[in-house]
């Protein structure tokens, strides 16, 4: 109950001044410095009333002025969206407030090493904003820690009067105070970041080949291969386009993402790389990017299964889905193309002769090229079609797949007399 709670709280926090077109990672350094200041916040009130308690309230004015401050960015940021605004508000505050206290109570010894929370000025610089800047933010910090006796010795002739037990207190209080809010920072910027990468992790694998994808983000030179045992698949949904006429958009990309969602399944399932959809045509492909050597198989196998579960789908005038498939084998060059919206594609005369299967094909049959045809009869039923003209190869010879041949039995037989053979 308690951490749904906490979780709940933090979502809450996180929503102040967000805004929903923000890149992924905008929106983790907003959340992150919004949970900062509110950890941050409580500390300016606690260390006031214990300056004040101890009788200098100069010193209390500080911590107490912080924390009013800080709410008062929190507002305008919510108000205004200005995420520039409210990173050097909350840094400046954190970096100046700890140094102005230091010089107020009479220098580093006095202060009990306060200065020590504007440290949290260039660390929160490195998450909220860069590394790059966050040194001259590192630099401000050492100058403060610097010039904060000196200064106090110019400004009071006298040291705060805290009692010694107090001053080693707040010793302790500064050091754990500052030790907690620097983890916390660190950890929570790593977790968030943790998560933003994994989400990008996971959108770039539904673009790419899972090897693809890590390859790519090592090296983002082309990336081109050439495989020599492919079988490429085409599916394309039969009259889909006079179908989709008389449907309403929703309707229309409904009834796709039903049906490509499941062929996506059975693609996992078998353990073969999706490619592309086209509209309503969807492109798959066996031996790439890792080769193996039942790609042919393995394809027609899905084909079949392809087809049944068309049939269980619904069209949008209440008919039911049947696909046109085109298959063939051979030889592809892969690669990612473009920087910006990438694509896993293949080329070849084999992805030429598959697309062709499939757009010459007929409704509700899966037709395959000669080359498949080599590689899976023995195992599959396969129906001559006889020759067809393809542009660019001319007559090709073709067939229809039907479906698996039976196993052979191994059941022993019997002689007539009753023993077996």
């Not at 929503?15 to 929106?27: H, T, V």
């Not at 933010?137 to 820690?145: A, D, H, S, Y």
């Not at 994994?198 to 090897?211: M, V």
């Not at 299964?305 to 046109?324: K, P, S």
Request: proline share 5%; net charge neutral; aromatic share 10%.
């Amino acid at each position: 109950m308690s951490r749904r709670f906490g979780t709940r709280l933090i979502d809450l926090v996180a929503a102040i001044g967000s805004d929903p077109g923000d890149p992924a990672e905008l929106r983790v350094r907003k959340a992150l410095i919004i949970l900062f200041s509110i950890l941050v916040l409580p500390v300016g009130v606690i260390w006031a009333a214990l300056y004040w308690a101890n009788g200098e309230a100069g010193a209390a004015a500080l911590p107490l002025s912080y924390s009013i401050f800080s709410v008062i960015a929190l507002v305008a940021f919510d108000r205004t969206r200005s995420f520039t605004l409210l990173r050097r508000a909350e840094l400046g505050a954190i970096l100046v407030t700890p140094f102005l206290l230091g010089v107020t109570l009479g220098g580093l010894v006095a202060s009990s090493g306060v200065v020590l929370w504007a440290f949290l000025a260039p660390l929160g610089a490195i998450a909220f904003e860069s590394p790059r800047r966050a040194w001259r933010w590192f630099g401000v910090f050492l100058l403060f820690v610097i010039i904060t006796t000196p200064v106090a010795n110019f400004v009071r002739s006298e040291p705060s009067a805290l009692p010694e037990s107090m001053v080693l207190t707040f010793m302790a209080l500064n050091i754990i105070g500052v030790s907690f809010a620097a983890f916390f920072l660190l950890a929570t910027f790593a977790r968030q970041r943790q998560d933003a990468q994994e989400r990008a992790d996971g959108l770039l694998l539904n673009i790419l080949p899972a090897s693809v994808a890590e390859r790519l983000k090592l090296d983002q030179s082309q990336m081109a291969e050439h495989h020599d045992q492919v079988t490429v698949l085409f599916a394309d949904v039969v009259d889909f386009t006079p179908m989709s006429t008389g449907l309403s958009p929703a309707d229309v990309v409904g009834v796709l993402d039903r049906l490509f969602s499941d062929f996506d399944d059975l693609v996992d399932r078998y353990g073969v790389e999706k490619i592309k959809t086209i509209g309503d045509a969807y492109m798959v492909a066996a031996g790439v990017p890792e080769p193996r050597i039942d790609h042919a198989t393995v394809m027609a196998d899905l084909a079949l299964e392809m087809c049944e579960l068309a049939g269980r789908h619904r069209r949008g005038d209440g008919g039911f889905i049947r696909l046109r498939i085109g298959v063939n084998s051979g030889s592809v060059v892969a690669g990612v193309i473009g920087r910006r919206k990438f694509i896993y594609d293949l080329w070849g005369d084999a992805v030429n002769v598959a697309s062709r299967m499939e757009s010459h094909g007929m409704p509700g049959r899966i037709q395959i090229a000669e080359p498949t045809y080599k590689l899976i009869n023995t195992a599959f039923e396969c129906e001559p079609r006889g020759e067809i003209e393809v542009k660019g190869k001319g007559m090709v010879q073709t067939w229809f797949l039907v479906g698996r041949r039976p196993e052979p039995s191994t059941e022993p037989t019997s002689n007539p007399t009753g023993s077996a053979v």
